[in-house]
């Protein structure tokens, strides 16, 4: 999908999709609370969303842990790397 972009810039890009925001809106400091349209069904679809752009998949602890952009970006990095 992103495939020539780094991986905050295509995570920002499910980022924008999923939770329908503008990509120019403060997506790197968004976290599960400071969003409305970050709820639980929201939380599920960016995860698979980010589970296809990066071909793997999260842990069921991940998913819940995994409640801002930062940590969701270390842990790709993380797990690319793996």
Not at 1 to 6: G, P, Q
């Given at each position: 999908?992103?495939?020539?972009?780094?991986i905050e810039e295509?995570?920002?890009?499910?980022?924008?999709?999923?939770?329908?925001?503008?990509?120019?809106?403060?997506?790197?400091?968004a976290t599960y609370?400071?969003?409305?349209?970050?709820?639980?069904?929201?939380?599920?679809?960016?995860?698979?969303?980010?589970?296809?752009?990066?071909?793997?998949?999260?842990?069921?602890?991940?998913?819940?842990?995994?409640?801002?952009?930062?940590?969701?970006?270390?842990?790709?990095k993380q797990l690319?790397?793996?």
């Open positions: 999908m992103f495939e020539t972009n780094t295509r995570v920002k890009q499910i980022f924008a999709a999923v939770l329908h925001m503008k990509t120019s809106d403060d997506i790197l400091n609370d400071s969003l409305k349209q970050w709820d639980s069904i929201g939380h599920l679809c960016l995860f698979m969303a980010l589970e296809e752009e990066f071909d793997f998949e999260f842990s069921p602890n991940q998913i819940a842990e995994l409640r801002n952009f930062r940590s969701i970006c270390e842990t790709i690319k790397r793996s």
